[in-house]
């Protein structure tokens, strides 16, 4: 008896596009019953090949490790942004994963209109920055577009009073990068940057330069750039001191699970390759600054 072919297969020949991973990536995560899994991915919606092609590796990855949510790192919509465009760009690449009940929570980029964030399937809620909790983890999607003296007091107070074990902070301009096209913006990190490490946030992740980078702690943060999940620039990692670990040959997106300890990352490419992966030990005590670029 012939098999059904998997979801993604038959979603890979309706869409008229091939598949770039012919069967489900090998997770090297924990994947650990209670942890917080979640993906995170930048720079994606541009409604080409690529995007859908690393969409569906993706969902194939969901097969694998059963993330329920992704994290939005900006440029969510490139080019026009009419009705139409949010169901070639967001909507039909992602089905999958919306069918599959994964929930998506968005930041906004330079690309972004300012009125995306009352699309509802990105749930802002019609804000430019918020907060939520999963489990033991409070995480804070601004808007590094505009980080005016309203969204620094509010991060503050917002960053003061969470008492959950982890902090994660998410926004599109990388406070950290050795990418040749942007690079660190150094005037963001001068505002963020006191309040994170006051504060104990743990992990920070952006988009923006078209690239995938784990950084090299910084003040004891762990900060990671994963831009490139619908637009490459191939080539335009320059790795400096900052970067433990790189990759700009191919689109790529990370999946992340947090448990009481620990805090773990795996980036995978389009095709489904892993190009990095780690488990860093929960911070302790005060950070302590290592070289920064």
């Known amino acids: 008896m012939r098999r059904a072919a998997p979801a993604f297969l038959l979603l890979a020949t309706l869409l008229g596009v091939s598949l770039a991973a012919q069967q489900p990536p090998q997770i090297s995560l924990p994947n650990n019953p209670d942890s917080v899994k979640f993906l995170a991915m930048g720079d994606n919606g541009t409604g080409e090949r690529p995007q859908y092609e690393a969409a569906q590796t993706m969902a194939a990855a969901l097969t694998r490790f059963p993330y329920d949510f992704a994290i939005m790192l900006g440029d969510n919509m490139y080019g026009s942004q ?8 967001f909507e039909r690449p992602y089905k999958p ?31 430019r920055y918020y907060t939520y909790t999963k489990k033991n983890v409070r995480f804070f999607a601004l808007d590094s577009n505009d980080m005016d003296p309203k969204q620094v007091d509010w991060l503050r107070k917002a960053l003061q009073t969470a008492t959950e074990a982890w902090k994660v902070a998410y926004f599109h301009h990388p406070l950290y990068s050795s990418a040749g096209r942007h690079g660190s913006e150094n005037d963001l990190r001068r505002v963020l940057e006191p ?18 980078e784990r950084i090299r702690p910084q003040q004891g943060i762990y900060y990671f750039v994963s831009g490139a999940a619908g637009q490459l620039r191939r080539g335009d990692l320059q790795a400096s001191r900052l970067t433990d670990k790189g990759y700009d040959l191919d689109l790529s997106f990370m999946l992340v699970e947090i448990t009481n300890d620990t805090i773990s990352i795996q980036a995978l490419s389009r095709t489904g390759r892993s190009v990095d ?17």
């Open 97 to 127: 994963l919306l069918d599959a009940g994964v929930t998506f929570y968005a930041s906004l980029g330079n690309h972004d209109a300012q009125n995306n964030r009352f699309y509802k399937p990105w749930n802002m809620n019609g804000e």
């Open 82 to 89: 009419r009705p139409a465009d949010f169901v070639t760009k």
């Open 277 to 293: 992966s780690a488990t860093l030990p929960k911070q302790q005590g005060k950070p302590q600054e290592t070289s920064a670029r």
């Open 195 to 212: 309040l994170f490490v006051r504060y104990g946030v743990n992990a920070v992740f952006s988009g923006h330069d078209h690239v995938y």
